[in-house]
């Protein structure tokens, strides 16, 4: 017997009503973004934070929300121990995070090893009042470190062997969410 | 672009692709955002260490490998020939060696004999990079130098580059042709004939006797230092007659009609290649070189000790 193990778990309506409970819990907890500030984690944070912060924008009419991205590659406890190269992306950040509360955004928190370089990450531009993180999917019982989300849209369990893979309509074509064997098409 | 670099060592800009050079500028621009930061450090090489060899003098490059290295967490050690065993006869490979044998992963070459990188590459099982090799290459140098100037014309495809000065003796010059054909620009070489090589048309790169010629052609002029140290006997009449014939002055500038973006590798002659009133005219990028040769660096190392 087969099993079909690529599956999508989220299609878009789905993800849109997420997103919506997302932006709707963000501004329940920050108000007016006065004093907080949105970090997405390069490279699939990025699109995730520009749909968060615009749903911000027309569902509640906040203006002026800093979004920022940061690139986590230089900070990862990895280097040398993967045979790919970790290669870097634009990290670009033009307002100062000290004693602002931070919203990290990614689309999948797996083992939390990515959140604990981006924490690292974040301190060189200044010391936060506080760090919050919000993702998309948490992959629960799959963490390596004691990191958890104060968001998440979706929680998901999974094997190890299996990859969550969020898919965005402006980059993929589609909106949605799969599961997939790792090395397995999708 | 790769995402990994064609080669384990860097000798030379010859060994490298176009695509190895795009890499480094891509990964160059992250660095170069980091060292910018007010808190300058990232972990990367927190478990390299780095040997510096420097067996000839150097400023510019010594302070600016060592700073890229402090800035990417690596352990660092010094060494330079002058207050070491070399003087008691220790041979290079052995000197390396023993360096080696203290568990050091990457080693930083300057040297005074062409070649001693790649021979060193050859005979030991370490990452080299080359810091300058006689009048070989000094590949950092010509990447900072590509770097700075395709952030400045967004693309160095189809520009034209002339390099003046000491062609003969200069590493800088032969890894910048390099570099800058491989990126698809127009080389031409100026200065005096005794200080060009007889074979330099078969690099791809034409020769200028004429400085204003040259100028009225060029995007960039590459200027070089006049090498005494390495030079045996006399190759022009005076050093006054040789600023007057290649050294850049406000008054050729003048005579320009348009723009031209001036670099030097440093250390400069004063008033021999450029003149003072040019240096301090904040028309050249020259200060632009060396903050970029901290980032080139830093990428460099990164994506070489990413494959050890």
């Given at each position: 017997?087969?099993?079909?193990?690529?599956?999508?778990?989220?299609?878009?309506?789905?993800?849109?009503?997420?997103?919506?409970?997302?932006?709707?819990?963000?501004?329940?907890?920050?108000?007016d973004f006065?004093?907080t500030v949105?970090?997405?984690?390069?490279?699939?944070?990025?699109?995730?934070?520009?749909?968060?912060?615009?749903?911000?924008?027309?569902?509640?009419?906040?203006k002026?929300?800093?979004?920022?991205?940061?690139?986590?590659?230089?900070?990862?406890?990895?280097?040398?121990?993967?045979?790919?190269?970790?290669?870097?992306?634009?990290?670009?950040?033009?307002?100062?995070?000290?004693?602002?509360?931070?919203?990290?955004?990614?689309?999948?928190?797996?083992?939390?090893r990515?959140?604990?370089?981006?924490?690292?990450?974040?301190?060189?531009?200044?010391?936060?009042?506080k760090?919050?993180?919000?993702?998309?999917?948490?992959?629960r019982?799959s963490?390596?470190?004691?990191?958890?989300?104060d968001?998440?849209?979706?929680?998901?369990?999974?094997?190890?062997?299996?990859?969550v893979?969020?898919?965005?309509?402006e980059?993929?074509?589609?909106?949605?969410?799969?599961?997939?064997?790792?090395n397995?098409?999708? | 672009?790769?995402?990994?670099?064609?080669?384990?060592?860097?000798?030379?800009?010859?060994?490298?692709?176009e695509?190895?050079?795009?890499?480094?500028?891509?990964?160059?621009?992250?660095?170069?955002?980091?060292?910018n930061?007010?808190?300058?450090?990232?972990?990367?090489?927190?478990?390299?260490?780095?040997?510096?060899?420097?067996?000839?003098?150097?400023?510019?490059?010594?302070?600016?490998?060592?700073?890229?290295?402090?800035?990417?967490?690596?352990?660092?050690?010094?060494?330079?020939?002058?207050?070491?065993?070399?003087?008691?006869?220790?041979?290079?490979?052995?000197?390396?060696?023993?360096?080696?044998?203290?568990k050091?992963?990457?080693v930083?070459?300057?040297?005074?004999?062409?070649?001693?990188?790649?021979?060193?590459?050859?005979?030991?099982?370490s990452?080299?990079?080359?810091?300058?090799?006689?009048?070989?290459?000094?590949?950092?140098?010509?990447?900072?130098?590509?770097?700075?100037?395709?952030?400045?014309?967004?693309?160095?495809?189809?520009?034209k580059?002339?390099?003046?000065?000491?062609?003969?003796?200069?590493?800088?010059?032969?890894?910048?042709?390099?570099v800058?054909?491989?990126?698809?620009?127009?080389?031409?070489?100026?200065g005096?004939?005794?200080?060009?090589?007889?074979?330099?048309?078969?690099?791809?790169?034409?020769?200028?006797?004429?400085?204003?010629?040259?100028?009225n052609?060029?995007?960039?002029?590459?200027?070089?230092?006049v090498?005494?140290?390495?030079?045996?006997?006399?190759?022009?009449?005076?050093?006054?007659?040789?600023?007057?014939?290649?050294?850049?002055?406000k008054?050729?500038?003048?005579?320009?009609?348009?723009?031209?973006?001036?670099?030097?590798?440093?250390?400069?002659?004063?008033?021999?290649?450029?003149?003072?009133?040019?240096?301090?005219?904040?028309?050249?990028?020259?200060?632009?070189?060396v903050?970029?040769?901290?980032?080139?660096?830093?990428?460099?190392?990164?994506?070489?000790?990413?494959?050890?």
């Amino acid at each position: 017997m087969s099993v079909d193990l690529n599956r999508k778990i989220l299609d878009a309506s789905k993800l849109t009503l997420i997103l919506d409970r997302l932006a709707s819990q963000l501004f329940e907890n920050h108000n007016d973004f006065s004093n907080t500030v949105i970090i997405g984690i390069q490279p699939r944070g990025k699109i995730l934070s520009k749909k968060i912060k615009s749903l911000l924008e027309i569902n509640f009419g906040i203006k002026n929300i800093k979004l920022g991205f940061l690139d986590i590659t230089f900070f990862r406890d990895d280097f040398g121990r993967e045979k790919k190269v970790l290669n870097a992306n634009k990290t670009s950040i033009d307002f100062i995070i000290e004693n602002k509360t931070v919203v990290l955004i990614d689309d999948v928190l797996y083992t939390g090893r990515s959140v604990t370089a981006a924490l690292s990450a974040l301190q060189t531009f200044g010391r936060p009042s506080k760090v919050e993180l919000l993702s998309l999917i948490d992959r629960r019982f799959s963490r390596h470190l004691p990191i958890q989300p104060d968001y998440c849209g979706s929680q998901v369990d999974a094997i190890n062997d299996q990859r969550v893979m969020v898919k965005w309509k402006e980059t993929d074509g589609e909106d949605s969410v799969y599961l997939y064997i790792k090395n397995n098409g999708k | 672009m790769g995402n990994k670099l064609s080669v384990s060592n860097l000798l030379g800009i010859k060994y490298l692709n176009e695509s190895d050079i795009n890499l480094i500028f891509e990964t160059a621009r992250n660095f170069k955002e980091v060292i910018n930061r007010k808190i300058k450090k990232v972990p990367s090489l927190r478990d390299i260490t780095i040997a510096n060899l420097f067996f000839e003098d150097s400023t510019r490059t010594k302070i600016s490998f060592e700073l890229a290295q402090k800035r990417l967490s690596a352990d660092v050690i010094n060494f330079s020939s002058s207050s070491s065993s070399i003087s008691k006869g220790e041979t290079l490979s052995d000197t390396v060696n023993n360096i080696l044998s203290m568990k050091v992963d990457m080693v930083i070459l300057r040297h005074p004999s062409p070649g001693a990188s790649v021979f060193l590459a050859n005979n030991i099982d370490s990452c080299i990079v080359n810091a300058g090799d006689g009048c070989h290459e000094h590949p950092t140098q010509a990447l900072l130098d590509s770097f700075t100037l395709n952030e400045k014309l967004s693309q160095l495809n189809g520009k034209k580059i002339i390099i003046v000065g000491d062609i003969l003796h200069s590493r800088v010059a032969l890894s910048n042709i390099f570099v800058f054909k491989k990126l698809g620009a127009e080389v031409k070489v100026c200065g005096p004939k005794s200080l060009i090589p007889k074979f330099i048309k078969n690099l791809g790169v034409d020769y200028e006797p004429n400085l204003e010629k040259a100028l009225n052609w060029c995007d960039v002029a590459s200027m070089l230092r006049v090498q005494n140290e390495r030079m045996s006997q006399s190759y022009f009449p005076s050093t006054r007659e040789y600023a007057k014939e290649y050294g850049l002055d406000k008054e050729k500038l003048l005579k320009l009609d348009k723009k031209i973006i001036i670099t030097h590798p440093g250390p400069i002659n004063r008033g021999v290649e450029l003149s003072s009133d040019v240096i301090d005219s904040g028309k050249t990028v020259i200060l632009d070189q060396v903050e970029n040769g901290v980032a080139i660096r830093m990428a460099v190392m990164y994506l070489l000790a990413s494959r050890l």
